[in-house]
């Protein structure tokens, strides 16, 4: 670091725009950088070893840059290191195979996580760390700051203004770190407009802080992730959504929460107009979201539950009903969504009282992952939606009275008054194929193991795990005073996997007595009660319905 | 044994009741389809409830004795012979298609 002069990272960013003016030359008119000259544009603008960002979301890809990036010269640019929430297309791997880029910092690895572990055994990735959405993020503006950020749009105009559309996603994070830090911006986009006599819907990303823009062959990939067909959702199902409806979100008033991916929340979710209304909760829980836009939860916004969502990034074929629906959504003037991962997970981290998802396996403490053998995959926001805001100040009557159950009857630092954020994993006792959720020791120690690293990747931490849902009942975490007690209330609930058969039945009844294991009946629940007919929506077709014909459904859909 | 399926398993368990079911029309509930079982009660001689198992998921054989164990315990019915014709259900289907069956039984 050179201290006798000041102005390095200016003087860096002028010597590359003036490379890449000089590479492009015709090729460039403005911002606008013709398709065909990419790969000329990446050769110039990047250096070797630079620290870059490949957006990469958890729903839209800049796909285009992707497939550009692994065609450049790696005699001209080598060594990169990545930066990146997601890693979901074969492209973000592809430049560790061919030497482009060589060190990664990222979040989530979903459908990349095999090859990314068989990656890192032969050597060819060196991985900083693993890191929560917000982390990442937060990394940006300390040690992970971008030097380029190659990020995707859906419109830009003449001056480099973007329209994001409603898949706003990482990008405003990416951008704000990458411009005001003296790097370069090039954004992918489907369309570009002239200004003048067509114009952005709004603007999203400023022109001043984007540095090319390069229109697409093809629109940037959207992955439809949390579309659920309600016709896949089983009476177990039905049934655990009884619960945590009756057990845990009446019992706690949550009236702000964040539901996890998956067919165990849809059914919550696809449940609040029809038993909930028979509870008569409406307008008593489940008035505020940070979700994306679920659309299993139609049902209940047009049945007047919802107030409010907040969401991370959009999901496809909701744009029409979103519009519609403007009071709920967080729209712009224009009427189409703007989400925010990084401000929607700091709403579910700080300003939500409740957090339910569902995982693969749950140990004797509590602690809860969905990594597997042979798999990198990280966990992206679960870790800050499934954890208690150490630095939450302000008081509801879910998180005081969680806070209440968890510190009575202790003393000094421990019992000093605060409240706490209800976690809840459920889980039925065995998945697909009888896998047991309930375990004695996590693949992740394994993987821990086989990877080299230096914790074991925990999804949710037991300490922060406040209710065990399964078929079996709801486990309360909260009220449980020794480690014994907490791993019986854990078997207590695990059905007839291992860990639950090996339960000692007195004492499960003790803690059943006490309130800390509730059955079904315990909850005035009678499991035949559990069919399907209680979902408000029972197919695709039916949530269309529901929408009044303003969702259009993707053709494909993904389990979790 | 000669007629049974390649890979399904094939398992019996026998409790003795304490209530008789009587007379009744038999029941079946559920369906055979992945993840899910057909379960028929019958009336029979005797103060047994007996319990045939054909399931497409090989080597529970304990955690199907479990399950209908507690079963038994639930419902402690003689006079009954129930079958199940199972495609990979978990113990939680199992439980809800016993007392499904159960409930449809004469009072």
């Given at each position: ?400 009275k969680?806070g209440r159950e968890a510190r009575a009857g202790r003393?000094?630092?421990?019992g000093?008054p ?60 909260l009220l449980?005073r ?79 | ?107």
């Amino acid at each position: 670091m050179d201290r006798m002069h000041w102005n390095t990272k200016a003087l860096n960013r002028a010597d590359r725009l003036a490379r890449s003016r000089h590479a492009l030359r015709g090729q460039l008119v403005g911002k606008q950088v013709a398709t065909e000259a990419i790969g000329t544009l990446l050769e110039a603008a990047l250096e070797p070893n630079d620290r870059v960002c490949l957006e990469g979301n958890n729903q839209k890809q800049a796909d285009f840059l992707a497939a550009a990036l692994v065609q450049v010269d790696p005699q001209r640019v080598h060594g990169l290191h990545m930066v990146q929430s997601v890693l979901a297309l074969p492209e973000h791997l592809d430049i560790f195979e061919n030497g482009i880029a060589r060190r990664l910092d990222f979040s989530f690895s979903g459908p990349q996580g095999a090859r990314l572990a068989k990656l890192v055994s032969a050597g060819a990735i060196e991985i900083g760390a693993i890191h929560t959405y917000l982390e990442l993020f937060a990394r940006y503006f300390v040690d992970l700051t971008p030097k380029v950020a190659l990020i995707t749009a859906h419109a830009a105009d003449a001056a480099g203004n973007l329209y994001t559309g409603p898949n706003t996603e990482d990008t405003p994070a990416i951008v704000e770190a990458t411009a005001f830090s003296g790097g370069i911006v090039i954004a992918q986009v489907n369309e570009i407009v002239d200004g003048n006599t067509t114009t952005l819907p709004r603007i999203d990303i400023p022109g001043d802080w984007v540095d090319f823009v390069v229109q697409a062959p093809r629109p940037n990939f959207i992955e439809p992730l949390f579309t659920r067909d309600p016709a896949q959702i089983s009476e177990i199902q039905v049934l655990m959504a009884m619960m945590a409806i009756k057990g845990i979100y009446a019992e706690y008033g949550v009236q702000r929460l964040n539901h996890g991916i998956g067919f165990d929340t849809a059914a919550i979710e696809l449940l609040l107009p029809t038993y909930g209304e028979s509870l008569g909760l409406k307008g008593k829980i489940c008035r505020h979201w940070a979700l994306n836009p679920h659309p299993a939860l139609i049902p209940a916004i047009e049945a007047g539950w919802v107030e409010s969502i907040h969401s991370f990034g959009s999901e496809l074929g909701m744009e029409d009903y979103i519009r519609a629906r403007a009071d709920v959504f967080f729209t712009g003037a224009d009427g189409s969504l703007r989400s925010n991962r990084a401000f929607c997970q700091a709403a579910g981290h700080y300003a939500c009282d409740l957090f339910i998802g569902s995982t693969l396996q749950i140990d004797l403490d509590g602690n809860s992952s969905t990594a597997t053998l042979g798999r990198i995959a990280g966990f992206g926001g679960a870790p800050n939606m499934g954890a208690d805001a150490r630095g939450r100040r302000h008081a509801s009557p879910a998180w005081l009275k969680a806070g209440r159950e968890a510190r009575a009857g202790r003393g000094g630092a421990s019992g000093t008054p605060r409240g706490q954020k209800l976690v809840v994993q459920t889980v039925e006792t065995f998945r697909e194929h009888m896998q047991p959720a309930f375990v004695e020791r996590l693949d992740a120690w394994t993987l821990q193991e086989q990877a080299g690293m230096e914790l074991p990747p925990i999804m949710i931490y037991g300490e922060d795990v406040t209710h065990i849902l399964t078929e079996e009942g709801i486990a309360n975490l909260l009220l449980c005073r020794s480690d014994a007690e907490r791993e019986q209330a854990i078997r207590g609930v695990a059905g007839y996997t291992a860990v639950g058969l090996g339960r000692d039945r007195r004492m499960v009844e003790n803690l059943r007595d006490r309130g800390i294991i509730r059955r079904p009946e315990d909850l005035g629940i009678d499991p035949r009660d559990a069919t399907r007919n209680l979902l408000a929506a029972r197919s695709m077709r039916d949530l269309v319905r529901a929408s009044h014909g303003l969702y259009t459904p993707p053709k494909r859909f993904r389990n979790w | 044994m000669s007629n049974l399926t390649p890979g399904l398993e094939s398992l019996d368990f026998s409790f003795t009741g304490q209530r008789q079911a009587g007379r009744f029309e038999p029941v079946l509930v559920g369906v055979v389809g992945s993840g899910n079982l057909e379960v028929m009660l019958e009336p029979a001689s005797g103060i047994e409830c007996t319990i045939h198992i054909e399931t497409s998921a090989r080597g529970f054989g304990p955690i199907w004795e479990a399950v209908v164990r507690d079963f038994h315990q639930r419902h402690p019915l003689g006079g009954v012979r129930v079958s199940m014709n199972d495609m990979g259900a978990t113990p939680a289907v199992v439980s809800l298609r016993l007392d499904q069956a159960v409930s449809e039984l004469p009072a």
